[in-house]
C-alpha cells in the first residue's frame, strides 16, 4: 500500500489528461455532423481504448 500513496502524484495528472482526452474527443463527437465511420462505433472506441480510443479518433475519425 505504501507503493500505491507512493505513486499518487504522478497518477493524478495520468488521469487528468485522459479525463480531458475523452471529453474533447466526445463533445467533437457529438458536435460533428459527419464522421468515419458510425458515430456509436467510434464513441466505443473512444471510451473503451484509454489515451489511444480518444487519439485515434482525433487523428483519424473526423471526417473535414
Known sequence: MDNLSELIPFLIPVL???LALVVVALKDLINR???KGPKWAWALIILFFNFIGPIVYLLIGREE
Do not use: A, G, V
Request: aromatic share 0%; glycine share 0%; no cysteine.
Open 33 to 35: 455532423e459527419r464522421t
Open 16 to 18: 487528468l489528461i485522459q
